[in-house]
């Protein structure tokens, strides 16, 4: 059974800082990975999607890389924000599972002005 | 990409009762899922929703306490039975983007507190 478990599990900064959020799952055997932004009470934006044959994206302040043979993938944030306070979650989709992800319990981040 | 509404995003139910949630999806897409979040957790997926036959429910969760409907390539309907306090979470939709591989998108989740 995959297991995904994200570290940090709450983390706060001061607004201007660079900083990596971290996502480890059991089962390589993954077809892509999917990190997402959850705010309070809200649903959920999705962030990147990485297959498993990449090693990275990178959409504006944001990149996230994956390490599929350890299993591991990193979503880094540039310059950080008090905008950027959310929850980030990291999800896997495995590959004898169709489309169903896999989630971690998340990140809460807090960036303070 | 893939726009998601949901309704109702908010509900207060009584206990014994049903409630049902629809996901309207602004394009075809193949794939659609039913997720939990129950507080201050992460999400569980409840089932995959087939288009034109019976949903696929994931441990843990049956068909007569979450029955669901897919009657076309856009729509789906999450069906909460016989409500306890302990069915008080966040229910989201979710679905692909029309291609294998693609982002998952989710709907804005409807919020379930049962009294």
């Known amino acids: 059974k995959q297991e995904v478990t994200q570290i940090p599990a709450a983390l706060s900064v001061p607004e201007g800082e660079n900083l990596v959020l971290n996502c480890s799952f059991t089962?390589?055997?993954?077809?892509?990975l999917q990190w997402f932004r959850q705010d309070p009470g809200k649903g959920l934006t999705s962030l990147l999607l990485?297959?498993?044959?990449?090693r990275e994206q990178t959409s504006g302040r944001l990149n996230a890389s994956l390490d599929k043979s350890s299993g591991r993938s990193t979503l880094y944030i540039a310059a950080s924000q008090p905008g950027d306070s959310a929850t980030y979650l990291c999800?896997?989709?495995?590959?004898?599972?169709?489309?169903?992800?896999?989630f971690g319990k998340g990140t809460s981040l807090l960036v303070t002005p | 990409s893939a726009v998601i509404s949901q309704k109702p995003s908010r509900d207060i139910c009584q206990r014994g009762t049903s409630l049902t949630i629809q996901c309207q999806v602004d394009?075809?897409?193949?794939?659609m899922f039913w997720y939990r979040q129950q507080p201050g957790q992460s999400l569980t997926l409840i089932a995959t929703?087939?288009?034109?036959?019976?949903?696929?429910?994931e441990s843990g969760f049956v068909i007569d306490k979450f029955p669901i409907s897919r009657p076309n390539l856009t729509f789906s309907t999450l069906t909460v039975s016989n409500m306890s306090p302990e069915d008080s979470s966040i229910y989201l939709c979710?679905?692909?983007?029309?291609?294998?591989?693609?982002?998952?998108?989710f709907g804005e989740g409807s919020w379930l507190t049962v009294v």
């Open positions: 979710s679905a692909d983007g029309g291609t294998a591989g693609n982002t998952i998108y």
């Open positions: 089962d390589s055997a993954i077809y892509n």
């Open positions: 990485i297959q498993s044959s990449q």
């Open positions: 999800a896997v989709v495995n590959s004898n599972s169709g489309y169903a992800l896999n």
């Open positions: 394009s075809q897409v193949t794939m």
């Open positions: 929703a087939n288009q034109g036959s019976e949903a696929t429910y």
